[in-house]
């Protein structure tokens, strides 16, 4: 599995735990309540792993990745020398 669908992964994991346990903490018990909100919390992160022209998950993500790399390789000989 690559590194930005464990990202995208994670994201929706913690959009799902952080809204049932905020729901729960506000007094809502209704477990159909419940569902239907965690559900939607899950959407979005979703919509942006599925994407593949998304900058944070998608295809552009490797190419950026790559991009900073060179950046980087390059700032560190700048320093060097």
Same mark, same amino acid.
């Given at each position: 599995?690559?590194? @930005? *669908?464990? @990202? !995208?992964?994670? /994201?929706? #994991? $913690? *959009? ?5 346990? /905020? ?9 159909? %309540? #419940?569902? +239907? !909100?965690? %559900? %939607? ?6 919509? $942006?792993?599925?994407? &593949?022209?998304?900058?944070? +998950? ?7 990745? #790559?991009?900073?790399? &060179? #950046?980087?390789?390059?700032?560190? &000989?700048?320093?060097? %020398?």
């Amino acid at each position: 599995m690559k590194p @930005q *669908h464990l @990202q !995208a992964l994670k /994201s929706a #994991l $913690r *959009h799902f735990v952080l809204t049932a346990v /905020s729901l729960y903490l506000a007094g809502v018990t209704d477990i159909k %309540a #419940l569902g +239907f !909100a965690t %559900a %939607a919390a899950v959407v979005g992160p979703a919509i $942006r792993g599925i994407d &593949k022209t998304d900058p944070v +998950f998608g295809r552009i993500a490797d190419v950026v990745d #790559l991009e900073l790399d &060179k #950046l980087a390789k390059k700032s560190s &000989k700048k320093k060097k %020398a």
